[in-house]
């Protein structure tokens, strides 16, 4: 199980707007520049956190983008959902009668993976984007 690198990406974006933006707007070319990630990748990454009301837009020569909430506000959940990245351990729908092996029953190991997946999802749910800052800060003293 792996997120996608559209979300680690994302995520990552995000958490260099967060550090550098001191309430301006921060250009994809200087996240891009600072992370090593595709200008080409994170404008499409940045049109569905858009889309999605996670960032927006700020046009002119000081444009690019802002956060809609504050890091203490945004939870990383929030992030993966704009970009329909939903952690899955278990292969079939929960409410479905038919199993990942497409029997009648769920597998013996369903109920480990479904809590599995309870247990990254709530973790995402309650990591806010102003954790990730704490850590990188603990890091470097």
Not at 92 to 101: A, H, L, T
Request: some cysteine; overall charge positive; hydrophobic content about 40%.
């Amino acid at each position: 199980m792996k997120l996608n690198t559209k979300s680690r990406y994302a995520v990552m974006a995000l958490a260099d707007m967060a550090v550098f933006s001191r309430n301006n707007a921060v250009s994809l070319r200087d996240i891009s520049l600072r992370q090593g990630i595709s200008l080409l990748y994170l404008e499409q990454i940045f049109l569905r956190l858009k889309k999605n009301n996670v960032v927006k837009s700020v046009r002119g020569i000081n444009g690019g983008y802002i956060l809609v909430k504050s890091p203490k506000d945004l939870k990383i959940s929030d992030i993966l959902l704009a970009l329909d990245q939903k952690v899955k351990t278990v292969g079939c729908k929960k409410e479905s009668k038919k199993s990942c092996n497409g029997k009648s029953t769920k597998c013996i190991t369903h109920h480990f993976w479904d809590e599995l997946d309870i247990y990254i999802n709530s973790f995402f749910e309650n990591k806010k984007l102003s954790d990730l800052l704490k850590i990188e800060r603990q890091e470097y003293k």
